[in-house]
């Protein structure tokens, strides 16, 4: 499993696709979410603004990145 280390409390679902180099641009983020195609721990949440927290995991296309808190 991939991962993606954030320093805030949280990140925005497109934006975490976005880091992850899941996708290109936030355009195809918007997509990609609205179609059901990305899952959030386990479910499919349609929202791009949803907040992941460190813990939580999103799953696009078999591929699965897990939001952990980036050590200061």
């Known amino acids: ?13 497109g ?12 355009i195809e983020a918007k997509e990609v979410i609205q179609n059901g195609e990305v ?3 386990g479910e499919v949440d349609t929202r791009r603004g949803r907040k992941l927290i460190p813990g939580d995991s999103f799953t696009f296309r078999n ?5 952990e808190s980036q050590e200061l």
């Open 15 to 26: 934006q975490a696709l976005k880091l992850a180099g899941i996708v290109d641009s936030g």
């Open 39 to 41: 899952l959030v721990n």
């Open 63 to 67: 591929k699965t990145v897990k939001v």
């Open 1 to 13: 499993m991939d991962s993606i280390k954030i320093k805030d409390e949280f990140i925005k679902l």
